[in-house]
């Protein structure tokens, strides 16, 4: 039987913080990420474009499973109602082993404090042999809860983020 080539995999985290603080974390600062889910990101760079902007170009270098890594993203979608950000993987260690890989970020809030963190991966594999992602479902599961703690105890659940 053939394995799936296409995929798509979510995972949902509960988060504390306000919604709205991970989106605009997410969508216009992803340079702030790495001081808050340290040493699984080194940094966050911009290549092309602005900050929180379409089409803009920025990377990851990353460690996952013991391994450093990088990944160069196209921001394709901020969607301020949905609190959604959309990025397409461009280049680095992700296209050795996709053709294809989109990561969807939205942040819903929940009645009372706090809400739902939801990573949506799209991918296709180059082959059958390639394994499910789930390491980087995983991986962005834990940076999720990085950057909770660090919102709550750096700023409580309510306080500024970084002039958000």
């Keep these: 039987m053939a394995h799936v080539v296409h995929g798509r995999m979510e995972i949902d985290v509960g988060i504390i913080s306000p ?3 991970f989106h605009k974390l997410f969508s216009c600062r992803p340079q702030h990420i790495p001081k808050m889910s340290s040493p699984k990101l080194e940094d966050c760079k911009l290549h092309e474009g602005n900050w929180g902007k379409v089409g803009s170009v920025i990377s990851w270098h990353y ?4 391994e450093r890594k990088v990944a160069k993203e196209k921001i394709e979608a901020i969607d301020d109602e949905k609190r959604s950000t ?7 260690d992700l296209t050795k082993l996709y053709k294809k890989f989109i990561l969807i ?6 009645e009372g404090i706090g809400g739902v ?5 799209e991918y296709e594999k180059l082959s ?3 394994p499910e992602p789930y390491a980087t479902l ?10 909770d703690s ?8 309510e306080g500024p983020l970084l002039g958000i």
């Design 19 to 21: 919604a709205e603080k």
């Design 63 to 66: 460690v996952e499973d013991g």
């Design 86 to 92: 959309t990025f397409r993987v461009v280049d680095g």
């Design 105 to 110: 970020f939205q942040a819903t809030p929940k």
């Design 117 to 121: 963190a939801r990573w949506t991966l």
């Design 128 to 130: 059958e042999e390639v």
């Design 138 to 147: 995983e991986f962005c599961a834990q940076v999720t809860k990085d950057i």
């Design 150 to 157: 660090h919102l709550k105890s750096a700023f409580g659940a």
